[in-house]
Nanobody, 127 residues
Framework: QVQLVESGGGLVQAGDSLRLSCAAS????????MAWFRQAPGKERDFVAG????????YYTDSVKGRFTISRDNTKNTVYLQMNTLKPEDTAVYYC????????????????????WGQGTQVTVSS
């Protein structure tokens, strides 16, 4: 089992920055990929960014490219999402996810490819 705990959400204004953290515990050696998804009210849970556990592969959804950066610190078993130039449309609950199956260097973008999920952290961007 892997436990994931997110932190760092909050209420900010458009143009501001936030950094989300996701701390993993338990059988972290089984993790191949970690990712961030987000879900706005009434919408599906969408992929935002992902990173392989060795850090060699990253992938972003188009709407956040150039604004968000995903990174990991394996000494702390923590993945970060640095979010800059936030927009109102970034408002959502952000979830951290971990995959414990081989990914062969790829970062899956479908939620059902991930086994473990955090409880979510709210990010609200006002205009």
């Amino acid at each position: 089992q892997v436990q994931l705990v997110e932190s760092g959400g909050g209420l900010v204004q458009a143009g501001d920055s936030l950094r989300l953290s996701c701390a993993a515990s338990g059988r972290t050696l089984s993790i191949s990929v970690m990712a961030w998804f987000r879900q706005a009210p009434g919408k599906e849970r969408d992929f935002v960014a992902g990173i392989s556990w060795d850090g060699r592969s990253t992938y972003y959804t188009d709407s956040v490219k150039g604004r968000f950066t995903i990174s990991r610190d394996n000494t702390k078993n923590t993945v970060y999402l640095q979010m800059n130039t936030l927009k109102p449309e970034d408002t959502a609950v952000y979830y951290c996810a971990a995959r414990n199956s081989p990914s062969y260097g790829l970062v899956p973008t479908y939620a059902d490819r991930y086994t473990y999920w955090g409880q979510g952290t709210q990010v609200t961007v006002s205009s």
